[in-house]
């Protein structure tokens, strides 16, 4: 697989799966997502350590998913980033604290993110 540029998230029905930790969304939305695509995942570890999980995939013990943000900084190493051809959709909110000052730089991201197109 790894002259691949995309795959199949059930090709990896098989393997090992290296998770974040139940208290990151990520966690239940890997299970979910393979789940949609066709089946459960093998847990074999769950970290709250991202690099961690990096370095196991590094050792060969599983797969993982990752925010692409995290596969731009370890793109270069002993392992290959696989895309997949199916994905989910990663939702972000903003929270910020009621009747409590909010600097200008704050609102002007806010707006800006509200500008930009719903995909």
Same mark, same amino acid.
């Given at each position: 697989? %790894?002259?691949?540029?995309?795959?199949?998230? /059930?090709?990896?029905? $098989?393997?090992? *799966?290296?998770?974040?930790? #139940?208290?990151?969304?990520?966690?239940?939305?890997?299970? $979910? *997502?393979?789940?949609?695509?066709?089946?459960? =995942?093998? /847990?074999?570890?769950?970290?709250?350590?991202?690099?961690?999980?990096?370095?196991?995939?590094?050792?060969?013990?599983?797969? !993982?998913?990752?925010? &692409?943000? /995290?596969? &731009?900084?370890?793109?270069?190493?002993?392992?290959? +980033?696989?895309?997949?051809?199916? !994905?989910? =959709?990663?939702?972000?909110?903003? /929270?910020?604290? #009621?009747?409590?000052?909010? =600097?200008?730089?704050?609102? %002007?991201?806010?707006?800006? +993110?509200? $500008?930009?197109?719903? +995909?």
């Amino acid at each position: 697989m %790894a002259y691949l540029e995309k795959v199949d998230l /059930i090709e990896f029905k $098989d393997d090992p *799966f290296l998770l974040l930790s #139940k208290e990151f969304t990520l966690n239940g939305r890997t299970i $979910d *997502f393979c789940i949609s695509e066709g089946f459960t =995942p093998k /847990i074999a570890y769950e970290s709250s350590q991202w690099d961690f999980i990096v370095g196991m995939v590094e050792k060969n013990l599983g797969v !993982t998913l990752m925010p &692409e943000l /995290i596969c &731009e900084r370890v793109k270069d190493g002993p392992y290959k +980033v696989i895309s997949l051809t199916n !994905t989910f =959709p990663w939702m972000l909110g903003i /929270i910020s604290a #009621k009747n409590r000052y909010m =600097p200008y730089v704050s609102k %002007a991201f806010i707006s800006l +993110v509200q $500008d930009l197109p719903k +995909v």
